[in-house]
Structures are given as C-alpha cells and as structure tokens.
C-alpha cells in the first residue's frame, strides 16, 4: 500500500471517527427519564450553571438566561442548538466563545510524580472562601459570597479545592467541580470543571495541573463517567494543559446572556489599541461608571476622561492633579529623602556621588554600616538597583551599573526587612501591600536558569506582561551570595530568592496586608504624601512586619500601578478623586455611615 493511500486511509477514518463522536455526544434529544429534573440549573454562587439538555423548549431556556441576576454570570452548557436558542432572543443572547473538552474517568490514569510545597484539600472555612475571592478578583473573575461558599461546603453536588501553600498556609489556587448526578439526576452520570484559578503570587510550578487531576480522581472515586469544562477557544496555555491530561474536544455549545461581564465576548475587540493593565483598569471603572474614555497613546498609557464639564488627561494614575513640581521631587530620590525626612518621616542614612566625583566615599559608608544599597539618583521599576552588598568589588560594578541609568548615585544604608507599598490617593491610604523578591522553587530536574524562565512566564502571564525575572548580574550575585549558580539544578522543593530586589518588573509578588498595617506606618505614608503635595502616590516602606512600628521610607512613586491590589478599590478611589461627582449613590451613602 502507497503511503498516500495510508494518509487517506487515515484521514477518513479520523473523520468518520468525529462524525461518530459528534452523533453520539453532540445532537442528541433532551434527556428524557423519569429521574432526570427538567429545566434544571444549580446556583455556584457566581452565577447558575443551567443544564439545557434538560430543556425541551428552547424558549423556556432563553427565558431562564432572562432570569440572571444583577453582577452575576449564568451558563447554559449542553446547549443542543445553539442557532434556534438565540433565535429567541437574538439581542439578550449570545453565543460564547469556547470550546467543551471531556475526560473520560474510565481511561485516565493519575500522575506519576508527586508534588511538593503545597498541598489541596476542600475548601473548609469562611476564611478560605475570601482568600478564593481574592484569586477570582486578579483573575477578572466573578466572585462568590463567602457565605454561599460555607453553606456548601458539605454539599454533594458542589466541590470547592483549595491549593495551600506548605510553608506560608497562604491559599493560592482554587477549582469548582459540579457532579451532576447530584445536580439534576442526570443519567449519563457526568460532571464538570470550572472556575480554575491560581494566585498570580504563587511561586510554586503546576498548581493548575494537581487542581485539575484532583477535581478528576475526586470524581473518578465517586463512579462518575467524565468530566466535561469550558475553555476560551484562545487560552492556548490552558488547551495544551487540559490535552496534556487527556481531554478532548467535544462538541457542545455555551450559550450567555449579554451582559457587562461578558460583554467583551460579544461586541468584538475594543478599536483602540491595549493600554497596559495599569491604565486599563482605570478606564474599565471609568466606563462602568459612564465616564467616556479616549485613549490618546495606548503604548505610553495615556488617556483622557471626560465627565461633565470636566476633562482630565491622565497617564495611568498620573494625572494633571498632580503637579510638576511633585513629580519632580519623586524623580529625584535624594531630593524626595530631604523632603520627607523634613516631615518627620525616618529614613535611612545616605550618600549620593556625583558623575565626576571619585567613590573613594563609598568605602567609608559600607565600613560604617556594613551592607548598603546602590540605586541610580532618577530611575523606576527596580531598574539599576542593587541590593545589600557588603564588598567594594560589589559596590563598584553596582555603581557602574547604576551610572549607565543616570549619572548621579545613591548609596543607602541596607535596612534588613520587608518592602510595603502603600497607595496613598486624596492622602488617605486605600491599600497595602508587602512586595516580596522572586524566588524560584526546584523540581529536581531543572537549572535555576531554567526554572527562572519559566517563573517569568508564570509572572507574565499573570500581569499581562508587566513582570518577569530578569537575567543579569544582579541575578547571578544574588545566586553566588546564597551558593547556587544558573547552571545548578535545584533539589526538589527546595526554593532560592533569585532577586534581593521585590519589584513587580523585575518578578516581585503582591500580597495585600491593608488590614493588617499598624497606624504608625499609615501615619508616615500619609506625611510623606503631603510633605510632596501629591495626591496619588505609592510609599515604599521597609519594615519589619506590617503590623509593627518600625520602618524606614525608601522612596515615593509618582504614577504606583493601581493593578494587583484586589481586593483593594484602588481604581475606584482615583476616579472617585478625579470625579466626585460619579461616585454612585450607594457608595456615597457608605461613606456617610
């Protein structure tokens, strides 16, 4: 036989194989048996997953979508004909996006290694139901009462997993499984995935894979025969997961209605060009609140509301509310200590070097306090900071760094401790957060190098791009100071910080503390901000704990990233700051309690 009567051999047998497939799993009749419930849907807290196969008349099915609440997100899954439901109401409904994939439980088989560092369990207290909130939150997702989620904690047809971080007890990734048995007695014994999430801060590889193989052998235990999900058609990453494990696509239709959370599935890409996550989640709370956006150069972040009478031109939290003047002191960090330090603000002790003047100073100053920090005079973003050095070989190569960037030097007494952010806007403080160094955690099979690579592209994927681990020589002395090197393969959950610095641009991790911040250090913040005379702004502490007195003021930021501070209304605040007067009702009357 010619190999290309083998291909076509192939071919068609893989067609007829999907045409099978199509007529045994796709146009099949509503499911009609006397244990089945009909109309039948599930509340999941976000919204209702509405099960349209149990739907005989796709009417009364485009009539339940109608019935969605306010700010929630309902589903009809299994959708027969997807063409004759939006026929019924064509301008109430449409047709999402993605695709339906299936594992089949009797044929898959668990992993073969383990995991290590942390571990998931059910979704068990009040508390882990807000943390599962904060991981919906980053993720753009619709969040769920937590009392919704405590009253089900022990319900058959609803499973909430955790995934716990081993050595912090932090929650960081969470999935929703329904058993449709218990659902709606359904008699092909089914269930489903949703809801997969992990923290953008969580320093651990593969916690999406054990959630998912979890949810699976959960499932596979209680003799259910597959487990179907929903995946956008373009989340490329989580496809080849899913195929990884053995699902494959299936040919059931979703169907939504439309609404302000969907409403980026069905009216098309937006005909401006992206703003950065900094700026866009400004522009999102201004047209919620029905502020009109023009976005007047996406690539720098710059844009124009306009509400009322009033037009501002903002880039991303910079507006023109905050003077030049103000900005100028921040882009100085020498200039911003004195001011501060003027206010009352402890900071720490510091010498600047001039682009002409000798660094024999230098030896003086790391003598006198053993660990230093080196950072170029004008800068942003972590870019040609240096962290505790304790050798002149270390200090000169910083400073040459440093000087590549601007050619007035910082030389500041190391501070041993935490970096908190805090965003200050109208001078109160809206949020904190303790920013802490990338760190990578080994598998046993990978370089450091390797593993950094791909904690980068975790970071990006998680910040639409805005953080990654950088490869230089900061990175390779921090390594050489710890005993490791690029070329090491790291032991199996053993984890090294491969940065002193905690940036977010350069592969830091949020984590919000506002809670938790102790008044002496709100205080500092705030005095801080009006010493600047600037109304919005990031204070960067180092502190011991958040929940202590005692800090050190590194630096102030002009234009702080409002983004990856869920749960914290930052965006909210600044728009309320640039136009009171959209403030909604609801808010207002908060306010007055």
């Known amino acids: 036989m010619s190999e290309q009567e083998k291909t076509r051999r192939r071919a068609k047998a893989s067609y007829d194989h999907r045409l099978r497939r199509m007529r045994d799993q796709g146009l099949k009749p509503p499911l009609e048996t006397t244990e089945t419930r009909k109309n039948a849907s599930i509340d999941c807290g976000w919204g209702r997953l509405i099960f349209a196969e149990t739907f005989e008349d796709p009417q009364q099915l485009a009539a339940t979508l109608r019935e969605e609440g306010p700010d929630r997100r309902d589903i009809a899954f299994y959708v027969r004909d997807p063409h004759v439901l939006l026929s019924c109401a064509p301008?109430?409904?449409?047709?999402?996006?993605?695709?339906?994939?299936?594992?089949?439980?009797?044929?898959?088989?668990?992993?073969?290694?383990?995991?290590?560092?942390?571990?998931?369990?059910?979704?068990?207290?009040?508390?882990?139901?807000?943390?599962?909130?904060?991981?919906?939150?980053?993720?753009?997702?619709?969040?769920?009462?937590?009392?919704?989620?405590?009253?089900?904690?022990?319900?058959?047809?609803?499973?909430?997993?955790?995934?716990?971080?081993?050595?912090?007890?932090?929650?960081?990734?969470?999935?929703?499984?329904?058993?449709?048995?218990?659902?709606?007695?359904?008699?092909?014994?089914?269930?489903?995935?949703?809801?997969?999430?992990?923290?953008?801060?969580?320093?651990?590889?593969?916690?999406?894979?054990?959630?998912?193989?979890?949810?699976?052998e959960q499932f596979q235990a209680r003799g259910c025969a597959f487990l179907d999900l929903s995946v956008m058609h373009d989340n490329d990453q989580a496809i080849a997961l899913y195929e990884k494990l053995g699902f494959e696509r299936v040919p059931f239709f979703t169907v939504k209605r439309k609404n302000p959370i969907n409403e980026k599935f069905y009216a098309g890409p937006a005909t401006e060009e992206k703003l950065n996550p900094y700026g866009q989640i400004i522009v999102n709370e201004a047209r919620r609140r029905g502020i009109h956006v023009e976005v007047t150069d996406a690539e720098g972040g710059f844009f124009r509301l306009t509400y009322g009478g009033r037009s501002i031109h903002c880039r991303e939290s910079l507006s023109e509310f905050t003077s030049g003047v103000a900005v100028s002191i921040c882009d100085d960090k020498a200039v911003t200590r004195r001011v501060v330090e003027r206010a009352g603000v402890k900071v720490p002790a510091q010498i600047e070097i001039g682009p002409d003047e000798d660094i024999a100073p230098a030896e003086a100053f790391l003598g006198e306090h053993g660990a230093i920090v080196v950072k170029p005079a004008r800068g942003e973003q972590g870019r040609g900071v240096a962290i505790d050095l304790s050798t002149m070989e270390e200090v000169e190569a910083a400073i040459e760094a440093a000087r590549k960037l601007c050619d007035r030097v910082i030389l500041e007494e190391f501070v041993e401790g935490n970096d908190l952010r805090l965003v200050v806007i109208d001078y109160r403080v809206v949020a904190a957060a303790m920013r802490r160094p990338p760190l990578v955690v080994g598998d046993g099979r990978s370089t450091i190098a390797e593993l950094i690579a791909k904690q980068s592209r975790r970071r990006q994927a998680a910040t639409g791009g805005e953080s990654s681990i950088p490869v230089d020589e900061e990175t390779e002395r921090c390594l050489a100071a710890a005993g490791h090197a690029l070329d090491e393969v790291l032991a199996e959950g053993k984890d090294v910080i491969v940065r002193r610095s905690a940036n977010l641009h350069t592969g830091g991790t949020i984590h919000d503390v506002t809670g938790e911040v102790h008044p002496v250090l709100i205080e500092a913040a705030i005095n801080a901000a009006r010493a600047i005379e600037i109304p919005v702004t990031g204070?960067?502490?180092?502190?011991?704990?958040?929940?202590?007195?005692?800090?050190?003021?590194?630096?102030?930021?002009?234009?702080?990233?409002?983004?990856?501070?869920?749960?914290?209304?930052?965006?909210?605040r600044f728009v309320d700051l640039l136009f009171p007067l959209s403030i909604p009702q609801a808010s207002r009357e908060a306010r007055r309690k």
């Open 91 to 216: 301008q109430e409904l449409f047709l999402d996006p993605s695709h339906t994939y299936r594992v089949n439980l009797a044929t898959y088989r668990p992993a073969r290694r383990g995991h290590k560092g942390f571990h998931v369990r059910r979704l068990a207290t009040e508390a882990d139901a807000q943390a599962v909130n904060v991981i919906y939150q980053t993720r753009g997702m619709v969040t769920v009462p937590p009392e919704f989620f405590w009253s089900k904690r022990s319900a058959q047809a609803i499973t909430v997993l955790v995934a716990e971080d081993a050595e912090t007890d932090e929650i960081i990734g969470t999935v929703y499984g329904i058993d449709h048995r218990h659902a709606f007695g359904d008699p092909t014994n089914g269930s489903s995935l949703w809801c997969l999430a992990v923290a953008p801060q969580a320093r651990h590889g593969g916690i999406g894979e054990v959630l998912v193989r979890h949810l699976i």
């Open 539 to 572: 204070i960067d502490l180092m502190v011991k704990s958040p929940r202590l007195p005692d800090y050190r003021f590194i630096e102030a930021n002009e234009r702080p990233g409002l983004a990856n501070h869920e749960p914290q209304p930052t965006a909210e």
